[in-house]
Nanobody
Framework: QLQASGGGTVQAGGSLRLSCAVSGSTFSNYAMGWFRQAPGKAREFIAG????????HYADSVKGRFTISRLITKNAAYLQMNSLNPEDTALYYCAGGVAAANLRDARYDYWGQGTLVTVSS
């Protein structure tokens, strides 16, 4: 079970840090991903991390602005979001599952509820 938190309203140029708490155990080939869905748009992958080794992958739209990380001892993942702009407004989800060569294509079987991020101009 995954629990996302940390959403809120921020002005353009600001920062937010999302958290995702993992209940239960992970496994050796576990991956955690962050996704978002803006109103009227399809859900999109934005960042992923291999749980055991910490390697990451980002969508071009957030590369250089967002950072995904995890803290194994707390069974938690994070998404640090900097230089936010109104186009980042969306419901953000964390998901976990079996990693793939490209973390965008991992089998994300476990999903948390979304946390809303609103960026005002």
């Amino acid at each position: 079970q995954l629990q996302a938190s940390g959403g809120g309203t921020v002005q353009a140029g600001g920062s937010l840090r999302l958290s995702c708490a993992v209940s239960g155990s992970t496994f050796s080939n576990y991956a955690m991903g962050w996704f978002r869905q803006a109103p009227g748009k399809a859900r999109e992958f934005i960042a992923g991390i291999r749980w055991s080794v910490g390697t990451t992958h980002y969508a071009d739209s957030v590369k250089g602005r967002f950072t995904i990380s995890r803290l194994i001892t707390k069974n938690a993942a994070y998404l640090q979001m900097n230089s936010l702009n109104p186009e980042d407004t969306a419901l953000y989800y964390c998901a976990g599952g079996v990693a793939a060569a490209n973390l965008r294509d991992a089998r994300y079987d476990y999903w948390g509820q979304g946390t809303l991020v609103t960026v005002s101009s």
